[in-house]
């Protein structure tokens, strides 16, 4: 059944890619539905595709060093974590929408027609696949685009519920309610940093393991370390790598 939604998502974004070739966040999409058939090479491609848009879209960047990983190339993946571990250490914050600078040169007609067009799309997966956290993201995504932030708050708290650490439906939900002007909610989860260090201890984790595959052992101890410092659940693995490297 989730490979039937899969497949059937993906087609569906290659239809709209055809139609609006120039969005980076469909190309997105698509790679993550394909990521998840574990067709890595062609969601490799799409994420590539989605870069050469927007180089800046960082959730892109670390599916496609999931990818390279999966697609048996170490040093390729550990290149594209490597550079979005500088990411994290230079950006203010992570870039939640890849396409709002295009959205906002689209005419508003143009704009709404093509986003209802996905919205009838995932909505009816989501009638299938009622669990996906996905889905719930995607479409609160649509409706602020749509200007319609109560919905768009109501399906990201529904993203956060089905996966907490879900880092850009938690900032999104938390963007939302300050145009609710419920900014003393806003800030108690903008304030609250775990989420973001637990994506940022996850391309930690996976640079610890290609360090350690290639035998680069002083640089995975530096990585290690780093993440135990972190606080956060993927820092107990953490230490158990480290425990097994000293003996």
């Not at 790679?31 to 848009?53: I, T």
């Not at 919205?119 to 299938?128: C, G, K, M, S």
């Not at 602020?144 to 907490?164: R, V």
């Amino acid at each position: 059944r989730e490979s039937w939604c899969h497949n059937w998502v993906a087609h569906q974004y290659r239809l709209m890619i055809e139609r609006e070739p120039g969005s980076p966040e469909m190309y997105f999409r698509l790679g993550r539905s394909l990521q998840k058939l574990r067709e890595h090479e062609d969601a490799a491609a799409q994420f590539r595709q989605c870069l050469a848009l927007n180089p800046k879209f960082i959730p892109a960047k670390i599916s496609l060093a999931f990818s390279l990983r999966d697609l048996g190339q170490p040093e390729a993946a550990l290149a594209t974590f490597e550079s979005v571990y500088q990411d994290f250490k230079t950006m203010p914050e992570i870039y939640l929408f890849s396409d709002k600078d295009r959205l906002k040169e689209s005419s508003l007609e143009k704009r709404s027609g093509w986003l209802r067009s996905e919205l009838e799309i995932l909505q009816l997966a989501l009638t299938q696949n009622p669990e996906f956290a996905d889905l719930y993201y995607d479409i609160g995504r649509i409706f602020f685009f749509l200007e319609q932030p109560e919905e768009a708050a109501n399906y990201f708290e529904k993203a956060c519920e089905k996966n907490p650490n879900f880092m850009r439906a938690i900032v999104s939900l938390a963007l939302t309610l300050m145009q609710l002007n419920q900014i003393e909610r806003a800030s108690a989860i903008l304030n609250d940093l775990s989420h973001r260090n637990r994506l940022f201890g996850k391309v930690l984790l996976e640079m610890a393991r290609l360090y350690q595959a290639g035998g680069d052992l002083a640089s995975c101890r530096k990585a290690l370390q780093e993440l135990i410092g972190l606080n956060v659940d993927l820092s107990d693995r953490g230490r158990e790598m480290l425990a097994q490297l000293d003996r």
